[in-house]
Every structure is written in structure tokens, then in C-alpha cells.
């Protein structure tokens, strides 16, 4: 078990699977969103959780005031899970689960609505140019002033951004390091001056 640390839900505890994923530490949950809130970037936030697992992470910005939340999980055990966590929470008129692999629910377009805010906690084992292809795919998912978070290994090479996500921090946690990048969106889909 593990809990949601604030919000409409603080202090709920949520179940994780027995085996296959790796939950986000309290400590480092708590350091991303103590981030996130003092950027504004929760609140009526459409979210997209990939390699979602228990969904601890969506969950916490539903629990913060997130507008809706997308959660991409593979794993039929992870998958189960995460939909009794959305079910015991009674947030299922405002999270999706789509059981299925991250790169082709992208490269398929993602979710229907652009998503404001992406978390991408993926294997620490995945190959790298699995992660690249990955963030690469994400490029028609993202609103115009989207943030990317990624939770890595400090042992694993810093990710390869696509040119239209720029790198703005980068922190570590013990053995787990968030990467943050923001959507460079081009001028070519800039709006047009009224």
C-alpha cells in the first residue's frame, strides 16, 4: 500500500501490485508535487500517466485538482489494480485506463484531449531508444504549454529529448532522478494574432 500525500484524497491509501512495477517513493512523490503546485501547473490540468502502474501519480494530481487524468498501463496485474484504485477513490468520471503498451497508444495519437501535464515513470530496464522513440510519440499529445516529467535512474544515461522538449531541471532523489521538460511548441502553431 502506499497513500496520496495531499488534496481532496490525502491520506488515502491506494494498493499497489505484488510484483512488476516500482511505485513512486513518498519522498520523491512529495518533492514533484510541492514543485508542480508552486508552478501552477495542477489545477484543471488534463494529465497523462504512462507506464502508470498503480496510478499513484495521476491519482495525486486528481487529488490536487487535476481536471481529468490518463492512465497507460500494460500490465494486466498493474492494470486491475490501478482500476480498483480509481474505483475506491470514485474518480472514475475523471480518469481513463487504457490497458495498453505506451508507444503504440501514442504513435495512435494519445488521449482526446491534449495533455498539460505528462508523467513517464517507464522500466528502469527499457532500452534507450525504446525512451526516445517514446518521447518522441509524444509530440500530438501535448498541449501548447505542456510540462514532461520523467522518473529515471541516476545510473541511466539522461534521456534524449526530442528537438520540441527542452530540458528545464533535473533532480535526484537517492537512486530515482526527475527529469523535467517543457513543450517548445513551434511558431508554426502559434495562433494567429487577432
Known amino acids: 500500500m502506499t497513500r496520496i500525500i495531499a488534496g481532496t484524497f490525502g491520506g488515502r491509501r491506494i494498493a499497489v501490485p505484488p510484483k512488476g512495477t516500482r511505485p513512486t517513493s513518498d519522498r520523491v512523490r512529495e518533492a514533484l508535487f510541492s514543485r508542480l503546485d508552486h508552478s501552477n501547473l495542477l489545477r484543471g490540468a488534463h494529465v497523462l500517466d504512462l507506464f502508470a502502474g498503480s ?7 486528481l487529488s ?21 484504485n480509481i474505483r475506491e477513490l470514485g474518480v472514475g468520471t475523471s480518469a481513463t485506463l487504457v490497458r495498453e503498451r505506451v508507444q ?26 525504446e525512451m526516445a522513440d517514446m518521447l518522441a510519440a509524444l509530440k500530438p499529445a ?15 544515461p539522461l534521456p534524449d529529448w526530442p528537438h520540441f522538449l527542452v530540458p528545464v531541471a533535473r533532480k535526484e532523489y537517492g537512486e530515482t532522478v526527475l527529469h523535467y521538460a517543457e513543450f517548445d511548441k513551434p511558431a508554426e502553431f502559434d495562433e494567429p494574432a487577432e
Open 55 to 61: 496510478g499513484g501519480l495521476g491519482l495525486e494530481a
Open 64 to 84: 490536487r485538482g487535476a481536471a481529468e487524468a490518463t492512465f497507460v498501463e500494460a500490465n494486466s496485474s498493474a492494470a486491475r489494480v490501478l482500476q480498483s
Open 104 to 129: 503504440p497508444y501514442l504513435q495512435r495519437g494519445g488521449p482526446s484531449t491534449k495533455a498539460d501535464l505528462v508523467f513517464a515513470d517507464p522500466p528502469y530496464d527499457i532500452p534507450r531508444g
Open 142 to 156: 501535448l498541449a501548447s504549454a505542456a510540462v514532461v516529467v520523467v522518473e529515471w535512474s541516476t545510473r541511466a
